[in-house]
């Protein structure tokens, strides 16, 4: 396979290698960003916090709780009832004015290391850099306060997640798996060394996102290592084809890998949740009883056996549906093929260029963006067949506008029968940014779930999801204090979910007005 690689003057590759040196090495410095140093706007430390005149909304039974108090101590809701409270010195009281609280929002699948980028540019280091900070910036100044990572750098993965917890970097709580589990060269199908030299020197000090086997030994090796990181679940992909455009079949589990996999994990009490595009990922991830479903399958219509086999098993899916409107790319086709033109998929193709073509500063840094959309030309450039090859690593858009045909009715039947279904964005991946959960919850509107249900979708579902339906996912009393707070009632307006007016987190307020994303 031909590999190209930007050309690059002696003294810019010596600049970019020192600059990636320089930032790799200098993660754990803190304070080196407005980023790094932004603070809750207030907390009340060992005291009570009254949040009080709130309207709840019971994302449980699609309610709304009228004029309400909150107290939290020590980052817990302590009591919910309808009296003001009668502080002591030291407490905090926080006026709602009748604005609705509803539990703080969980992205259930992106990926924390990753900025959005359609191609690895090595002058723009810096910039990448400085967009991994604001991923969990932006996550949570959108009202996101927990996500589930689906497959991360590790090392700095859990550097990040160690200045969030010191709060040097604001950003919610993370779940997550470390590296994704798979066969040598399955799904993502790309080595770090095939898009660039500085990738595959970096992942030294990364961490590999790929935990590649060869054989059951490795297997076994690699997996004990990857959960004592503290992983909580496996990330496994389950397809025999590529999502890449050009790439054809890639290799996958046997039976035996798959049987250690689900045994090691249920040993270990670590949930299973599986990459699926297709119907051969469906069926083998049914037969395992995975515990959740990633993205849409593209290339069937289930069956109401299929759904309702799905629903006994108790297989939750996240459908990620808005990752199938961002990469299926109109701009791959001279003429975008007749089966493609549906109503609903000319809509989400309105919707995706009016998104496209605004100014998304409060979801990437603008260079990131503006590449991206550049980036584009290269399917017509190359041609769909010939990317691959020429080391062009771009989404099969075939792929995506299929799961925007036949997705829909496939995710309304999960519905009628039952089964669990989350919310995530797959940010990180090419055109997905964090923060940008909103879009995914009013897509799933235009789908045919009710508000109601995409509020439920977007927090307790998620929460059962990622297991910590014990601590978020709900405004209850004994769960974390995490809570954002909407001009207008979601239940009957769900865009209001795209402008938070201040988002809780543990009990500490951020004033998301005063949060600032640019250096």
């Known amino acids: ?133 604001r991923n969990y910036v932006q996550q949570l100044k959108q009202g996101v306060t927990s996500v589930r990572d689906m497959g991360a750098m590790p090392k700095m993965l859990h550097n990040f997640i160690a200045q969030i917890e010191k709060g040097e970097l ?32 970096g992942a030294a000090l990364t961490g590999d996102m790929n935990l590649w086997f060869k054989d059951t030994k490795e297997l076994a090796e690699k997996m004990r290592e990857n959960s004592c990181q503290g992983a909580s679940f496996v990330k496994l992909t389950m397809d025999k084809k590529s999502c890449l455009a050009g790439k054809s079949e890639i290799p996958v589990y046997a039976d035996e890998h798959l049987n250690m996999i689900f045994d090691y994990a249920q040993k270990n009490n670590l949930a299973t ?62 003429e975008l093929p007749g089966k493609y033109r549906t109503d609903f998929i000319d809509r989400e193709m309105r919707i995706r260029r009016e998104y496209i073509n605004s100014l998304l500063d409060d979801y990437t840094e603008r260079s990131i963006h503006e590449h991206n959309v550049a980036y584009l030309k290269t399917y017509r450039k190359y041609g769909l067949d010939n990317l691959y090859q020429k080391g062009k690593y771009m989404a099969n858009p075939e792929i995506y506008f299929n799961i925007l045909l036949v997705g829909p009715g496939n995710l309304r039947a999960m519905k009628d029968h039952g089964v669990l279904i989350g919310c995530g964005t797959d940010a990180g991946v090419p055109l997905a940014y964090h923060g940008t959960l909103w879009r995914e919850m009013e897509m799933l509107g235009r789908i045919g779930f009710t508000n109601a249900e995409v509020l439920q979708c977007a927090t307790i579902n998620n929460a059962k999801i990622i297991g910590m339906a014990d601590k978020i996912g709900s405004v209850e009393v004994g769960k974390y204090a995490d809570l954002t707070i ?34």
């Open 170 to 201: 604001t950003g919610p709580r993370i779940v997550y798996c470390n590296s994704f589990t798979n066969v040598y060269r399955g799904h993502p199908s790309i080595d770090p060394a095939d898009v660039s030299i500085f990738l595959s020197m």
């Open 486 to 519: 909407l001009q207008e009632n979601p239940l009957k307006k769900i865009e209001t979910c795209r402008k938070p007016q201040m988002v809780i987190k543990n009990g500490d307020i951020y004033d998301v007005g005063k949060i600032k994303l640019n250096a």
């Open 273 to 334: 949740s599986g990459h699926v595009h297709t119907k051969f990922g469906f069926d083998r991830a049914l037969q395992y009883g995975i515990g959740s479903m990633e993205h849409s399958i593209a290339d069937a219509v289930l069956t109401e056996k299929e759904v309702s086999a799905m629903a006994k098993k108790k297989i939750a899916i996240v459908p990620t549906m808005i990752i199938g409107q961002m990469l299926a790319a109109p701009e791959a086709y001279d």
């Open 1 to 133: 396979m031909e590999r190209t690689y930007p050309k690059m003057t002696r003294r810019q590759l010596l600049q970019t290698t020192a600059a990636s040196a320089f930032l790799m090495g200098t993660q754990n410095i803190t304070g080196c960003s407005p980023l790094s140093r932004y603070q809750p706007s207030g907390s009340a430390k060992g005291k009570t916090l009254y949040i009080i005149h709130c309207d709840i909304v019971d994302v449980v039974h699609g309610v709304i709780l009228h004029d309400r108090t909150i107290a939290v101590r020590n980052g817990y809701i302590e009591a919910m009832n309808d009296q003001i409270p009668s502080p002591r010195e030291g407490d905090m009281i926080l006026d709602l004015k009748n604005k609705f609280v509803i539990p703080g929002l969980i992205d259930a699948h992106c990926h924390a290391t990753m900025p959005g980028e359609s191609a690895f540019n090595p002058s723009g280091v810096l910039t990448t850099m400085h967009q991994l900070k």
